[in-house]
């Protein structure tokens, strides 16, 4: 072997031993297994005598959502709302909070938006020059980062000073904040916010003013996608910056990691805890107040947020708690969200099934036994020989 | 002298183990015999537990051998008989293998540990046959039958106890009763005590000391480990004592005293002090006045009225058996936990005092002290952070320290934004501590995980010594480092005492606190006990002080 040879062989090496690799790798490996499952209920289904059909399912559940650009435009528009939840739960996770609360967060984050444009600014008259200024859509995102922060501030406060564990007191919100907007805009008797000319079945708030709405970038494509995927990607940049670039973050990620070392070198983790806790609140009800600034009709209706606050906690488990790979994460899922629409929509198989494969990915992702065993078996065996060797030179240079 | 049939019952012959390069136990060897209570004494880390531990099975020794009677050997049940009928036999002992818990327990050996290991919510009964139940078919428990069987247990060996009391309603000594019925059941030949006086009132070691006599009887034999020196002299037929993974000494209590026993275990110190500039002026730095911790759940504070003062020029060592409230001293003195009364003062200038115990952590570490935690891999390090993050733990309160430390005057960087880090400047500063303090590593960016606990401890040693503090609260500065390292941490530590830096040193390790100390004062059970100067030591009373808190009977009586 020449040393050439040898050196570019240990670089290889290097690169397919490294834990960022072997993350990546097992997260497809993942997917690899997730999709192996579901292929496998599919057919299991099929002999049962279930009719569904693969080229249905290839055609709603793949084609026309990657292969057209309304397809990819929505798939992109969910995956807005993706972002802000996979950050909600990622930071809170960085702080070593398990934040469950996102879905609550971003509910609250998504009415008191639309309370505030469609009710308070038009129907205050100190504040009725917002609904002409453009200042106010940028005032109507904060108002729902701040009552979604106010909603994990609670279980921040709670766990800081109490002790209360927050995955109790997060799920607790979440039903508090259900029954607050069945309040809010669920009765046309009794709701203070409520749209009492509205026909439609469920709650909703009035449309909001022109000047918080946010428009469609192309609605010849989609009328679903908006700007407010800009605003998405801006604020999961400043995310990494945030968690890897200041003092803030080096605080919030050193309590996570080991909240005795922290506090032995001075950090005050209970302030961390609650400051962690309103920042993941604060993300979850941006994402809400966007989502009823970019849809159409411009206003909050029950269930709106569907289930994207659930998801994010698979998007941050995807991406490992990092802001930037969350947004490929959210992605996939916003890709998965619409399939699931799609196939509703469309076919009479199960969505359900995309709940499944979602399921899955995350079951494996976060089982990493298994893949870790596949991998190891299909990759790092084949090396072992060489390894060994690098090792031992190693350990010569180490002893020299 | 002859009591019963004398005959040996096991043997632990030659016993070496090792934890990577670390030695705990070398070529011990110990004997019981039938019916016999055998006392195992020694300080933490002495090896007791790991000895204790290869006999239950929980760790495998690197060499030597384990051997048991004749008569033990043809006790055992079946299955265990044959599997270790092949052994090597020499003069009527059997060589056999434990090679976990489980085998341990069919072979007979049992242990009580000093912390329970009992289901609260279940009966005594239950308790006693978990593992092993009594049982009707499959899968039904035979209520009656198991009750009238732990009756007749503790009947046949003089330990009343209620078969149908729940375990968490009872008082701790019936606790320990419960353990050993346990071991009983499972027809333990040789069962270990591990500490059991520690949760103990005296009526109830009372209590236990007959009940090991009745187990003596019925021929049971028995080890007892302990540090304290009272009870092994007032129960056991033979004591052993271990210090540094070897067995130093055997004794009976009917042949030594106390104060010999105290010796023992402590060993002969060498008073190597190490070389120190003499100075003359001493200005208090640093006074710890009557400083009292409660415990939130016993009477007994934690912390007991402690005073001391530390001057400029001088390292105090804190001597001690560990856990008689050294952790927690610290604790309080950086602020962890608030102390119930008291006051800790630090004068970094002369006229210039800060009052601790209004203070946050945070803003006594920016005071100008460097604090070397106990525990430095839960304490000290983020595991999952890289070299310079860990480093950095140290500065992010006062960026200006590293600043002073990596760059003098030049102030390259700009340091002053409170919201981002200063990165280039965490990376000098890493960079000079590594290179300063020889830590092998690959790069500052290497996982602080991967690296090992000595340069893990260069690591904190770099970082706090950087601070160029006045005063430095060091706890078991080199705990689990190998020879090299400590020589590096002692050298630092003198030279930053020469400077004129005061220096709290605790440490369970006495030919440390011999070596660095100017002055030791001695912690037993939250309080300080004696103070000595290195200068006029007297070894056996320092030995007393730690180990039972008062001096030596002759003092006493003066």
Known sequence: ?400 | MDTGPNQVAIVLENISKSFGKVRALSNVTIKVNEGEILALLGENGAGKSTLMKILSGLYQPDSGRILISDRWLSQLPESQRVKNQNGDITEGLHEITISNPREGMLLGIGMVYQHFQLVESLTVAENITLGDEIVKSKFVIDDELMFETIRTLSEKYGLPIDPKAKVEDLPVGLKQRVEILKQLYRKANLIIFDEPTAVLTPLEVEELFNTMQELKKAGKSMIFISHKLREPLAIADRIVVMRKGEVVGETTPSTTTMADLATMVVGKKIVSSAERAKTQTHQVLFEVRGLTLENPSSPKPLLNNISFKVHTHEILGIAGIEGNGQTEMVDTLVGLRKPSSGSIVFSPHEGQTVDFTSLSTQEILNSGIAYIPEDRGTQGLVQDFNITENVWLAFHGSPETAQKYAEGQQKTHNIQSKIFLPLQLMKTTSSKIVNTFNVKAQSINQQIKNLSGGNQQKVILGREFAKNPKLVIASQPTRGVDIGVMEQVHTNLINLRNEGAGIVLVSADLDEILKLADRIVILYEGQIVGEMNSGELDLEELSHLMISGTYSEEENTK
């Open chain 1, 1 to 400: 072997m020449t040393e050439h040879h040898q050196h570019s062989k240990k670089q290889l090496q290097s690169i397919v031993t490294h834990p960022r690799t072997e993350q990546l790798f097992m997260t497809l490996i993942s997917f690899f297994l997730a999709f192996l499952s579901v292929a496998l209920i599919i057919i299991v289904l099929q002999n049962a005598g279930f009719d569904i059909s693969m080229d249905q399912l290839y055609r709603y559940g793949v084609r026309d959502i990657i292969f057209t650009s309304s397809g990819l435009a929505n798939t992109l528009y969910w995956t807005t709302p993706l972002i802000f939840t996979g950050l909600s739960v990622g930071i809170a996770f960085r702080a070593g909070l398990f934040n469950i609360g996102s879905q609550g967060q971003m509910a609250m984050g998504a009415v008191s938006a639309a309370i505030w444009a469609a009710t308070i600014v038009p129907n205050t008259t100190f504040l009725t020059f917002l609904a002409k200024s453009p200042l106010n859509l940028v005032i109507t995102m904060f108002i729902g980062g701040i009552v979604g922060g106010l909603w994990g501030y609670i279980p921040g406060k709670l766990k800081a000073n109490f002790g209360a564990h927050e995955v109790i007191t997060t799920i607790l919100m979440n039903l508090v904040a259900t029954n607050m907007l069945q309040f809010l805009v669920g009765s046309r008797t009794y709701s203070p916010f409520v749209n009492r000319s509205s026909v439609d079945a469920y709650g909703q708030t009035e449309v909001i003013v022109k000047s918080a709405k946010i428009e469609p970038i192309n609605p010849s494509v989609s009328n679903f996608l908006n700007y407010s995927i800009f605003i998405a990607l801006v604020i999961a940049i400043v995310m990494h910056i945030v968690l890897f670039r200041t003092r803030f973050g080096y605080r919030l990620r050193a309590t996570g990691l080991n909240p005795t070392a922290a506090e032995a070198s001075g950090i005050n983790t209970k302030k961390m805890t609650i400051q962690a806790m309103v920042l993941s609140g604060a993300l979850a009800g941006i994402g809400g107040a966007l989502l009823v600034q970019g849809t159409f009709p411009y206003r909050y209706n029950l269930g709106m947020e569907s289930t994207l606050g659930f998801e994010g906690i698979a998007v941050a488990l995807l991406a490992q708690n990092a802001p930037l790979p969350i947004i490929i994460a959210s992605l996939f899922f916003g890709y998965l969200h619409q399939s699931k629409v799609n196939l509703d929509v469309n076919t009479d198989i199960p969505a359900d099934l995309i709940f499944v494969f979602q399921a899955l990915v995350i079951l494996f992702a976060s089982s990493p036994y298994l893949a870790r065993l596949l991998y190891r078996r299909m990759i790092l065996d084949k090396t072992a020989k060489n390894k060994s060797s690098m090792l031992q030179s190693n350990q010569q240079e180490e002893e020299s």
